[in-house]
């Protein structure tokens, strides 16, 4: 029964991975044009809000399912608490912003899938994910308080580069609350991937170190059997000696 429950999450998982990931790109893509053209017709930025909202309620409708799909769902609900918090703290208008990283967190997922071995290329491509969408949202979130210094999507970048790299300069730094949980979010992030890769690179040297001790192994193992073959023979050779002396006459 538990076997065949989990099969059936896996196989949900797998079915629904394509689309969700292309569900978080429109939905990235439908977050972003409002704030980078803040000149369109009201009714495409009513258009997009309706898209993200619609998208962010399938993300939920997805949790719900591998909620249900799993055996163990008190386990499943402890190892997916930034999943549910990020799905139903927007409900609340203040924290709104948060709805983007249930899309970060479908494309970080397939961007480990698609790289996995490769370290380069999942922390770059996270890096950037990181960096474009925090500066889509402090931007939006920054943009109409009259105190903000992060007025442009350039100021955004700039601010979420030296944030993700725990430089911090302080030219640029957010004012609201919204472009406060950002930082958050982009702080936790950066310190994440350096974790992530400082941990890679220990297991990796860790990894390369195991295997020059096991070749080392297998050669003093391979030189002690040759070692112990060549003591054998000498023994066998002495042994059909002693065998020959003591089949000779004894001469008087």
Known sequence: MNIRSDQRADAWERRTAGPLTALAVVFLVAYAVPILRPELARTWHDACQVANITIWALFVGDYVVRFLLHVERIRFVRGNLFDLAVLLLPVLRPLRVLRLFTAVL???????????????????????????????????????????????????????????????????????????????????????????????????????????????????????????AEVKALREEVAVLRQAQAAEPTVQ
């Open 106 to 228: 479908v494309l970080t997922r397939r961007t480990e899938a698609w790289a996995r071995g490769r370290l380069a290329l999942y922390v770059g491509a996270t890096s950037i994910l990181l960096i474009f969408v925090a500066a889509l949202a402090v931007l939006d979130s920054e943009r109409a308080n009259p105190d903000a210094n992060i007025t442009s999507y350039a100021d955004a970048v700039w601010w979420a580069c030296v944030t993700i790299t725990t430089v911090g300069y302080g030219d640029h730094f957010p004012t609201t609350t919204d472009g406060k949980l950002v930082a958050v979010g982009l702080m936790m992030g950066g310190i994440g991937l350096i974790g992530f890769v400082t941990g890679s690179l220990a297991t990796w040297i860790v990894d390369r170190i195991s295997v020059k001790d096991d070749n080392t192994q297998d050669a003093t193992k391979s030189d002690i059997a040759q070692v112990l």
